[in-house]
């Protein structure tokens, strides 16, 4: 069996995601074995435009990213978004919550008008090119990705959660985050990252993104039952799901 | 068979002795809830326990089980645990359960990883010292039990009686044996206990009695109610997770990295769960919130009473304090229908 060809392509993003990959340590070897990397910026130097699979790290946020990624449409037959930036904007769908030109200012003062600097409001990758499969979170849970590799390896469709981050705290035996008093996203949240956060006291930041179809409007009117507002929640929800539905 | 009566100091050198020699699993707290957990110090052990986040099922039907490894070529073996355990705190509800579940894997096509695991455990059950704040067994005629465990334990003041009902139980009740009978006084306070427990566990009052609820269902499909609660349903499936009754599971495959080895396993499944009733072509039979909330109930009050003649809520209450949207009482649910069929 030939090795499928994979390249690694970062947009705007920490590149954390990629990083999740070395942590696979030893098992490496083992991708390794099913798999031929020919671009990946963190772990190696070499290029290539001939890829079967690319993996798409990180939003775009410009004009040129959004050129770039076209073009690594029309080679690639797999395109796979991964993390959150890439799958629903990530965090950088916070300055969306903004007047760009404020935005510029903020961050770049009297450079903001440089032409180099030029952004638009944050996409993800789905909104402009089509993707074949997204791995969610902030950062990816690598025994995710690892299933993932193999299931396009056998030729199998891969399954990603369409339920709530809930299901996995549940099997974790966690006290619940709300008989705290604390705002977990956990129950809008798409599961399958085993209920990091909550199992070590944090509540659910909601990185993975919503479900297919999350029950947003409960999750408002639940709040005065915890003595929270809506606009609690939205506090909760801006940080990874700013351009996820709130009204 | 005999009941022993322990004062503490002899009852916690009784766990000891089965902590040394078996495998034992008990009720320990973690935060401010208490779950059974692997039992390393009779001092650790809390029969004093209202409720555990989960109920005992996790080691009947782990949340996550492989059922069998396989290798493309050479194909599969079944993968048993064969390790024996020891249950040390169940609750009467929750052996009401467990015997409800053991019919329903035994039944039709017997259910060998459960089974296997069920003759593998000894129960030592323990009547409830305190209600926890949404128990409503006192309502389904689960405060009390008296079948299906190996041992029960009552606390009286302060000492244990132990109920030693099984060749199994007796096994762990080996280095007890010498000690007293319970005297006839205690057993009567035993059975104040049993009759004070049967009121103290409605937290909750459900205005019917259980065995009316397959015919109050069978009324009640095109309720209202169903439509109303499931609006602020997220389908998170809490409810079914922490359920003692609750079985249902879904069967995955993984491969190894040399895709040639690999593993079946079973993971909780849940008919709250958006994608449940999912079948091949993508078809989901029960797509609608209401038609998701609506089956829960019905399952638990209809469908499986007409399998095995009982209703499928033990009355624990873990539906209604893990439920965050509030909408999972089974009590509130069942009464509206009683008050609005009339």
Redesign the interface.
């Known amino acids: 069996m030939s090795k499928l060809k994979v390249a690694f392509f970062d947009f705007a993003c920490c590149e954390g995601c990629q990083l999740q990959v070395y942590n696979l340590e030893e098992e490496i070897i083992d991708l390794l074995e099913l798999v031929e990397p020919v671009e990946w910026r963190e772990a190696m130097s070499d290029q290539s435009d001939d890829y079967d699979v690319a993996i798409i790290e990180g939003s775009i946020t410009r004009i040129e990213d959004e050129q770039r990624l076209k073009a690594i449409r029309e080679k690639a037959q797999v395109l796979i978004a991964l993390g959150a930036c890439a799958t629903t904007g990530g965090v950088n769908n916070l300055k969306n919550n903004f007047d760009m030109q404020d935005v510029k200012e903020c961050v770049y003062g009297k450079d903001a008008n440089m032409p180099h600097l030029d952004t638009y409001p944050t996409k993800a990758v789905n909104e402009v090119v089509k993707v074949d499969y997204m791995i969610p979170g902030c950062p990816i849970n690598i025994k995710e990705f690892s299933y993932i590799v193999r299931c396009l390896a056998l030729g199998k469709e891969p399954k990603i959660p369409d339920y709530a981050v809930c299901v996995e705290c549940k099997m974790k035996e966690n006290v619940c985050r709300f008989e705290y008093g604390e705002i977990c996203l956990g129950p809008i949240t798409r599961a399958g990252c085993d209920a990091k956060c909550p199992s070590s006291g944090m509540w659910c930041f909601g990185c993975r993104g919503f479900v297919d179809n999350p029950n947003v409007n409960a999750a408002k009117d639940v709040m005065a039952e915890y003595g929270k507002t809506h606009d609690d929640l939205r506090g909760k929800m801006l940080l990874f799901g700013s351009k996820q539905e709130f009204e | 068979m005999t009941v022993k009566k322990l004062e503490k100091a002899a009852f916690d050198k009784w766990v000891s002795a089965c902590i040394t020699s078996q495998r034992v699993f008990g009720v320990q707290a973690?935060?401010?809830?208490f779950?059974f957990a692997p039992l390393a110090n009779a001092a650790d052990l809390r029969l004093d326990y209202d409720v555990t986040?989960?109920p005992p099922k996790?080691y009947f039907q782990p949340?996550?089980e492989t059922l069998l490894k396989f290798d493309r070529n050479e194909g599969f073996e079944s993968v048993f645990d064969n390790q024996p355990f020891v249950l040390f705190g169940v609750h009467p509800y929750d052996m009401v359960a467990i015997s409800q579940t053991d019919k329903l894997f035994s039944q039709e096509h017997c259910d060998t990883h459960y089974v296997n695991r069920r003759e593998k455990a000894t129960i030592v059950a323990c009547d409830v010292q305190n209600a926890s704040k949404d128990v409503f067994a006192g309502c389904m005629g689960t405060a009390t039990v008296n079948d299906g465990f190996d041992i029960l334990i009552t606390k009286i003041d302060n000492d244990y009686l132990v109920d030693i009902r099984s060749e199994k139980g007796q096994a762990l009740a080996e280095t007890i044996k010498d000690a007293e009978d319970a005297d006839d006084i205690s057993l009567k306070l035993r059975k104040l206990v049993w009759a004070d427990n049967a009121e103290l566990l409605q937290k909750h009052k459900l205005n019917v009695r259980p065995d009316v609820l397959p015919k109050l269902l069978g009324r009640s499909y095109e309720h209202p109610v169903w439509k109303e609660k499931s609006?602020?349903?997220?389908?998170?499936?809490?409810c079914n997770?922490?359920c003692p009754t609750c079985y249902c599971f879904d069967v995955?495959d993984?491969?190894e990295?040399?895709?040639q080895k690999g593993e079946r396993y079973r993971?909780?499944d849940?008919c709250l769960?958006?994608?449940f009733a999912v079948v091949a072509g993508k078809h989901n039979f029960r797509a609608n919130?209401a038609d998701r909330y609506r089956h829960r109930y019905y399952r638990k009050g209809k469908y499986v009473p007409e399998k095995i003649g009982e209703v499928a809520c033990v009355g624990c209450g873990r539906c209604i304090t893990?439920c965050?949207?509030?909408i999972a009482n089974p009590v509130e649910v069942y009464n509206k229908l009683v008050d609005e069929g009339k």
């Open positions: 973690k935060e401010d809830r779950v986040i989960l996790k949340p996550r609006e602020r349903c997220y389908s998170c499936g809490s997770l922490v995955r993984d491969v990295w040399n895709l993971v909780w849940g769960l958006a994608e919130r893990a965050t949207a509030n």
